[in-house]
């Protein structure tokens, strides 16, 4: 995926939370805009978020190897391949 896309998801209003898929399977959530930090090539993700709302860490997702963006809504949940 384009650094463009990602950076449509997070600055669409109102923010809409979604996760990501890696190619190795594992995925992580984006449930605010403030978790997540775009590079030209990666997307910095807050994970074990506290009770005050800071991340614990965070882990570096390759643009590259993103597989799916699944959206985290009440509504049915979708993915969009890549």
């Known amino acids: 995926m ?3 896309a990602f950076r449509e998801l997070l600055t669409q209003r ?3 939370p979604f996760r990501l898929v ?3 399977g594992q995925s992580y959530d984006v449930r605010h805009p ?3 930090m775009l590079t030209r090539t990666s997307l910095l993700v807050g994970i074990d978020e506290m009770d005050d709302g800071i991340p614990g860490e965070f882990k570096i ?3 590259l190897h ?3 963006i699944e959206p985290l809504s ?3 949940e979708q993915s969009a391949d890549m």
């Open 34 to 36: 403030e978790m997540a």
């Open 14 to 16: 109102p923010f809409k």
């Open 66 to 68: 993103v597989t799916a």
């Open 74 to 76: 009440t509504g049915t």
């Open 2 to 4: 384009k650094v463009q």
């Open 22 to 24: 890696m190619s190795s």
């Open 61 to 63: 997702c390759s643009l």
